[in-house]
């Protein structure tokens, strides 16, 4: 028998959290990684390595190439999908007043946390050594920069709405 479960932010919050601190964790570690992944690209291609075997370097030449932008649009899309994430959450969650508050300290965190790592990730992109590779995160320095508390706000704000719209109702479009 199958049972109607009706979502609670309660059980989802956490993950919600987790997954914005990982996301930018990720993008602070990605910078170093992709120089780091370059240099070694680098290395290996030459000729003492593979000799003269031009398909082994066009091979490396094409993963290299690859390389940032995969960890530039992984970022993005982790965050994006937390993002859609929580506007789901505030639709199939039902209306208390406990879960609206409970929802806005999160967002409140949230914009915090937030804007404490879009420091961190500021001064990581603003290292000598590293500022070239982080030019080429455009689209997680379109995201991540001073402007992601704001879009959090932006979001949360959203979410508050679409959950006090259900005021009237109780229980969840489900």
Do not use: C
Request: proline share 4%; charged share 15%.
């Amino acid at each position: 028998m199958i049972k109607n479960n009706k979502a609670q932010i309660g059980g989802f919050l956490p993950y919600l959290l987790f997954g914005i601190i990982l996301v930018i964790v990720f993008a602070v570690v990605a910078i170093p990684m992709a120089y780091v992944s370059d240099e070694i690209y680098d290395e290996l291609k030459q000729e003492k390595h593979f000799g003269e075997s031009n398909r082994t370097v066009a091979k490396i030449n094409q993963v290299q190439a690859l390389t940032t932008p995969a960890f530039d649009q992984l970022v993005f899309i982790i965050l994006f999908s937390i993002m859609l994430g929580s506007l789901f959450i505030a639709m199939f969650t039902d209306y208390h007043p406990a879960v609206l508050a409970i929802f806005i300290i999160a967002t409140v965190l949230l914009v915090i946390v937030a804007g404490l790592f879009a420091n961190v990730y500021g001064e990581v992109s603003d290292v000598k050594l590293l500022e070239s590779k982080a030019d080429e995160f455009t689209f997680t320095n379109l995201v991540l920069g001073p402007q992601l508390p704001i879009i959090i706000l932006i979001l949360g704000s959203i979410s508050i709405i679409i959950m006090l719209s259900k005021r009237g109702r109780t229980s969840s479009p489900v």
